[in-house]
């Protein structure tokens, strides 16, 4: 075998849907040392990762945890975790990550029923009422961004009309937490996961969770304590044993318990990063991260549209984070995406589906949701898009950006006062 040289990715600006790039700090703190899973230590680093996260998830829900996986686990766990075989669960899908949660719905043998949206647009809450009623759903599975259209659904009554109805909400927000308003409590959804890679500053391999009480009782009455560590003391719940052992969410949370059932061996350094990141948009404070997005987000798509080119979707129930825009036409959209990686090492994405090599979609997030990076991509897909022979306004984009950035910042200044 020849030699394998050492590590050394190229540097790249991540402007894509995620990943993007980490945070420093992030990638600082999983550069520390191990300690054991039960040392005090580690489990008073479990302890502050729950509290943090209750922060970012704005619950006060105990069981507010990581799952050691990328953000499609978490989505297992949870969907695993809450379905028993023959349960009607609604999936309102409005993009490919809908397909992915009736997709998971289906391998935990629920009873499935779509209803879906045109790509580019959201669900009004009367829409889902209305299937409620109809189907009369156990669980209704929703995503909050769905990356796939950069459409962001609105949440707020959702919950309220899950409760109506004696339903459980789950929502994805991998792509949207942090970046986008998300309100667990006051929204009243039961459980929520999300990743790291997207507005969140981190690399993708940890999902955090929070579950709320009613959701609780729906996961213990599944519960059933492995052999080998359960106890005289532990009797199976009623319900019946969820599918998978690595994503039991009710082993994961006697795991994060004061009793410390061993499950898993956490994953020490994910634990760290993912520990790291909610302390940065802690410490930066929700609003304040949401702003950022917003005012980033909002300069991108005023760039785009200064250039002349066209937005996808609804504008108005845009994710904060991520921007659809449609590929000019007699333009090769991959070569593109191509010339900036290899000219400008700027990474943008495609899209999936019906949207493929339609539209490209550019992100501005977590530590990326900057007004550097704004300029940096505008000014290189601008001079990109000329070589490839699109017919583009010249010298507006960057101007255009900077506006939204020096209002934005006006009105913090203001705000500070
Ligand atoms: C909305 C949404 N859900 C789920 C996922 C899956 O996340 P992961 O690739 O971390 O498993 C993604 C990834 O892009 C996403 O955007």
Redesign the pocket.
């Known amino acids: 075998m020849p030699a394998v040289p050492d590590l050394n990715p190229p540097a790249r600006l991540l402007m894509g849907?995620?990943p993007i790039n980490a945070d420093p700090r992030v990638l600082r703190a999983m550069a520390t040392p191990l300690v054991g899973q039960f040392d005090p230590s580690m489990t008073s680093l479990m302890g502050e990762t729950m509290a943090l996260y209750r922060e970012v998830f704005r619950t006060r829900n105990r069981w507010t945890l990581l799952v050691d996986a990328?953000?499609?686990?978490g989505?297992e766990a949870a969907l695993v975790s809450l379905i028993e075989p023959g349960d009607r669960v609604l999936v309102p899908i409005f993009g490919r990550?809908g397909h992915?949660l009736a997709e998971i719905c289906r391998r935990c043998e629920a009873d499935v029923v779509e209803i879906e949206t045109e790509w580019g647009k959201v669900f009004d809450p009367a829409q889902i009422e209305d299937a409620v009623r109809r189907h009369r759903p156990k669980l209704i599975a929703i995503?909050h961004?769905?990356?796939s259209t950069t459409m962001l659904q609105p949440l707020a009554e959702i919950g309220a009309i899950a409760r109506r109805h004696d339903a459980l909400v789950y929502v994805?927000t991998?792509?949207s937490l942090g970046g986008n308003d998300l309100r667990t409590d006051d929204w009243h959804l039961d459980v929520v996961t999300a990743?790291l890679?997207k507005c969140l500053s981190g690399p993708?391999g940890s999902a955090p969770i929070t579950i709320g009480e009613r959701a609780e009782a729906a996961i213990y009455r599944r519960r059933h304590v492995e052999a080998g560590i359960a106890t005289s003391a532990d009797r199976a719940g009623p319900g019946v044993r969820i599918r998978s052992n690595y994503f039991d969410l009710a082993m994961v949370m006697d795991y994060w318990s004061e009793k410390r059932l061993n499950h898993h061996t956490e994953a020490t350094t994910m634990l760290y990063g993912a520990r790291e990141c909610a302390r940065i948009l802690v410490d930066e404070g929700l609003d304040a991260a949401i702003a950022r997005h917003k005012a980033a987000g909002d300069a991108m798509a005023e760039g785009l549209l200064a250039m002349g080119l066209r937005l996808f979707g609804e504008r108005a129930n845009k994710m904060a984070n991520v921007v659809g825009v449609y590929v000019p036409e007699g333009v090769s959209g991959d070569a593109v995406r191509g010339n900036l990686l290899s000219d400008f090492a700027i990474e943008i994405g495609t899209s999936f589906g019906p949207l493929h090599g339609k539209i490209w979609r550019i992100g501005t997030m977590g530590y990326n949701a900057r007004k550097d990076c704004v300029l940096t991509t505008l000014a290189a897909l601008e001079n990109v898009l000329l070589v490839n022979g699109a017919r583009i306004a010249t010298g507006q984009a960057v101007p255009a950006a900077l506006k939204i950035f020096r209002i934005a910042e006006e009105k913090r200044a203001k705000a500070a006062e």
């Open positions: 849907p995620g990328t953000a499609r686990g989505i990550f992915l995503c961004g769905d990356t994805d991998t792509a990743g890679q993708s």
